[in-house]
């Protein structure tokens, strides 16, 4: 069967791999579509292999194929749609180092009977929207690190798909003074379909006077600051953290979910003066199946901007990396 794999820096591939053989405690899930994304492109670029080829694909859907005998789960059976975690349950990570990856027509899910990898989807939900769940999953765990409540003025840096899904989650809980940011139009548009009260293009407007405009001041001994009590960081520009820094009010919060390989700047003077907060997001809740119950809730299937087949993930890398604005893209495989 087909695979993609990853060799070395800038080498992925389509390869011809095993069928999987699995063990009474695993399963195989027949995948019908794996979302890609920034960290793909970046395990591509880096080459970030363990010494051997990898393959990709962590954010996957489809239906099971085949139980092991010692996989009791209950409610699920074989034909069953699924959406997989691809979290490293002690068991391997998937997509991200592992020896599983979700960009293949069959996948074998280790460990299946611990029942913390395969989630039932919803009657009724295609399996293309059920693969938002790991995105969702991140987005999620932004809004969870941040604490945020009903009544609390939040900012998100960064439309991506997981800028958009955190928004996705205040709204869903209820907090809706919120402002997006972003450069492109485009997905400052999807800010506004899934609940964001605001949006802002800092090519246009000072984002700290419109904060300030939008959010009211706080009180600070070297002049007023915005009184946006939340800030989630989902752009990866590496401005945005000595901003908020700078900017940001007395006891605010900063959440930082997009990935900075680079060493940052920080002004320490700025966060012991303002009792800052800030916090790493990392992966996802500890009850993954929030980020199905949350796609049930609500339809974001709308920010599948891209849906390509297997044969074509160079294409949807290109996406990823051009110059138009997407949402999330989709590899498909089967008749999804």
């Not at 996957?60 to 010692?70: F, H, K, N, Y």
């Not at 600051?225 to 000595?242: C, K, P």
């Not at 929030?290 to 993930?313: G, K, N």
Request: charged residues 20%.
């Amino acid at each position: 069967m087909k695979q993609i794999v990853l060799h070395g820096p800038d080498d992925w591939r389509l390869d011809d791999v095993p069928d999987p053989d699995p063990g009474p405690r695993d399963a195989l899930v027949r995948i019908a579509a794996c979302g890609i994304c920034g960290t793909d492109t970046s395990y591509i670029h880096m080459g970030l292999t363990p010494g051997h080829p990898i393959p990709l694909g962590h954010e996957m859907a489809g239906t099971v194929e085949w139980l092991g005998p010692e996989v009791q789960i209950a409610g699920l059976a074989v034909g069953d749609p699924v959406v997989v975690c691809p979290a490293d349950a002690g068991h391997g990570a998937m997509g991200t180092g592992g020896p599983q990856g979700g960009l293949t027509p069959l996948l074998h899910v280790p460990e299946a009977a611990d029942g913390t990898r395969l989630f039932r989807v919803p009657d009724g939900m295609p399996l293309t929207t059920a693969a938002l769940a790991e995105p969702v999953a991140v987005g999620m765990q932004s809004v969870n690190q941040a604490g945020a409540k009903p009544g609390d003025k939040v900012a998100v840096f960064g439309c991506g798909p997981i800028g958009l899904f955190a928004l996705a989650t205040l709204a869903d809980r209820g907090v809706t003074d919120t402002v997006a940011i972003d450069l492109d139009p485009a997905r400052l548009e999807l800010a506004r379909t899934v609940g964001a009260a605001h949006t802002l293009d800092p090519t246009r407007v000072d984002v700290w006077d419109e904060l300030k405009r939008l959010h009211g001041t706080a009180p600070f001994r070297f002049g007023p600051t915005a009184a946006t009590d939340i800030f989630i960081e989902a752009s990866g520009a590496d401005a945005v953290i000595g901003d908020v820094l700078q900017q940001g009010r007395v006891d605010g919060t900063l959440v930082v979910v997009a990935l900075h390989f680079r060493p940052v700047p920080t002004s320490y003077v700025n966060l012991l003066m303002k009792q800052f907060t800030v916090r790493g997001s990392m992966e996802y809740p500890e009850r993954f199946q929030d980020a199905v119950e949350l796609l049930e809730r609500r339809d974001l299937s709308h920010l599948i901007t891209h849906t390509l087949p297997l044969d074509r993930f160079g294409d949807g890398l290109a996406v990823l990396e051009g110059t138009e604005a997407c949402g999330k893209v989709m590899i498909t495989i089967g008749d999804e």
